[in-house]
């Protein structure tokens, strides 16, 4: 299928894999791009070198063009900003805040700049600023997310800004595909579907938490401060949403986060830790090598698109 975004990038279908924290590494994101999507190397909160490695180990594994997230919350995004010009990278997207300072950088160095965006207000922004695509991510994501859903957020970016758009949150099969296209959206970018991948990383009992999920079992904490995200319930987002009713303050609800996911993707700790995860969860059913996903995915959205 080809779209402004399969030319864009030089990819064999409208599909990205999300930069998800501590998910996203290397053996992920090579399987993806070797599948014919585009991988992406998470950048999230690591160090820049330990970014500059992985891309190498991505590099290593494929020849196909893979991309990297940059989460612009972290302390090190200045510097993976960097990191990812002197890589020879050449397509970035950016999460949890606005790019701006470094886009003349990366349009110097040819690089692609996709933010990811929760609004329209911040798409037009975007495209003002020069980014050459956009994500419209939907609150059925996981991780860090925003108030609207993927169904009303689609279509208003799409009508908003004139550079191609590319949907995110509660896409998981498809008919997620085939529905977001009809929004006018020209690609999709998947996390949690790719999280239970065979070439996923992810401790099993992650991956077989989101297999079981059901439809109900995601929660949002944090919306009282204003940093709502989305994981499957559990102990930890059950302690978490007492501790905000009591009313304590965003530090102190930070502070009994640190660590957790990475407690729940390596460790394996469901319990308590935090286990991100999108909406799409409950529908979710096998452990799958990402080329047979990619592969289900296209054939049935192609058959209903009638492409
Ligand atoms: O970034 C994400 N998802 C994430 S980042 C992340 S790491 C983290 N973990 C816990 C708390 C905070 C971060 C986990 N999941 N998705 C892309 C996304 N970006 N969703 C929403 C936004 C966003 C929000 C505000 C983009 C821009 C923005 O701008 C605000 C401003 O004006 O600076």
Redesign the pocket.
Known sequence: MKTRITELLGIEHPIIQGGM?WVAEHHLAAAVSEAGGLGLIGG??APAEVVREEIRKAKALTNKPIGVNV?L?SPHAAEVAKVVVEEGIKVVTT????PEKYMDMWKAAGIKVIP???SVA?AKRMERYGADAIVA?GCE??????EQTTMTLVPQVADAVSIPVIAAGGIGDGRGIAAVFMLGAEAVQLGTRFVVSKESIVHENYKQRIIKAKDIDSAVTGRTHG?P?RSLRNQMTREYARLEQEGKSFEELEYITLGT?RKAVQEGDITNGTV?AGQIAGMIEKEQTCKEMIEEMMEQAETLLGR
């Not at 999460?95 to 606005?98: I, N, R, S, W, Y």
């Not at 994501?141 to 925003?146: A, F, K, P, T």
């Open positions: 924290a999230a909160n989460m919350l999460g949890a805040g606005t990811v965006v929760a911040l991510e994501s996981g991780g860090h997310i925003g940093h995200v996911l991100m």
